[in-house]
Structures are given as C-alpha cells and as structure tokens.
C-alpha cells in the first residue's frame, strides 16, 4: 500500500516532470504539450463508498470536471507545462514556485545545458564509472545496472538522437 507521503511525493514528481517537460518541448518547438491534470476526491470503484460517504459533497469532483479539464487543454496548444488542479467544482492552474533569486533560477531552468557538448558529458560520466547504456562492461562481460544509469535508447545517429541528448536521454548504439 502506498502511504500517503509517498503518495504526494508522487504528485510533486509528476508536477515537477509536467513543467520541465512541458517548458522544453514548448522551447524546441516540439508540437508536444505536456501538462498534469490533479484530480481531487473522485468517486469511483477505486475509493470504498464508506470512503466517499465520509467525504461532504461539496469537496467531492465530478469525473465530468476532470473531463473538462482534459478538452481545455486539448483545444489549447498553447497550455503546456502546468499543473491543473481539479478539485470539488473548480479547475485551478497552480502557479510555479517562485525562485528565491537569480541563480536558483538559472540551475533550474537548464539554461546551463545550452553550452555542453553531450559527447564530453558523456565521456566524463565513462571516466567517473557512470554508465549511460544500462550496463556496465567487465572484461567483455555485461552486468546490469542498479539504477544509477540514464535512460537508454538504440538509435542511430540523427537528428533526432542528438535531440534526446538535449533532454538528457542519453543514447548508444550498443
């Protein structure tokens, strides 16, 4: 079972991915939105009736509102990178966290990544023990990893490789 910690830790990851996402897809002119739609108490087979019973009526969301939620954002292309609360009758667009200065602005916004040249990160994280293919080599001898390695992914070398480095999905032709 999943404690309800876990469970908003969850959420904020969720949020978190939907943002950054969401911001650099929009950034690269990506015809991709990504955005987080956060439903509130819902009544449905997932939640006991005791459960929902408990719960007033006024703080419990319709399904048709998280439905409406859902055709927002697919009629505007221009929602992406958002978190949408729906919660008993309201759809809430939940502002980001403010930055507390300039360089906590500048670490997340990636803006650092403009400059790297993927090749030489990728070198360094080999020379560190790092391992951005999903398996280290020993002798000829392959062992998996234990979660310490990037995504990986079998592409040639495109365009479209060199894409995925700039979203930090490192790629290898192994």
């Not at 002119?29 to 009544?43: D, H, Q, R, S, Y």
């Not at 507390?100 to 090749?119: F, I, M």
């Not at 293919?133 to 490789?161: F, V």
Request: charged content about 25%; aromatic content about 6%; proline content about 5%.
């Amino acid at each position: 079972m999943i404690s309800v910690n876990s469970f908003k830790l969850m959420i904020f990851q969720v949020i978190g991915l939907a943002r950054s996402l969401g911001k650099r897809m929009q950034e690269q002119n990506e015809p991709i939105t990504v955005n987080a739609i956060l439903p509130g108490m819902v009544a449905t087979g997932i939640l006991s009736d005791e459960i929902v019973g408990n719960v007033p009526e006024q703080y419990r969301t319709p399904a048709s509102l998280i439905v409406q939620a859902i055709k927002d954002v697919l009629v505007d292309s221009s929602i992406t990178g958002q978190a949408i609360e729906c919660s008993g009758k309201d759809i809430v667009f939940r502002p980001p966290p403010h930055y507390v200065n300039e360089a906590s602005e500048y670490t997340a916004s990636g803006k650092y990544r403009d400059s790297l040249n993927p090749d030489a990160v990728m070198r360094f994280g080999e020379k560190a023990g790092k391992v951005f293919n999903g398996t280290k080599s020993h002798d000829d001898e392959a062992t998996e990893c234990n979660g310490d390695s990037a995504l990986h992914a079998k592409l040639p070398e495109t365009s479209q490789s060199q894409k995925y480095r700039e979203y930090g999905l490192y790629v290898s032709d192994k």
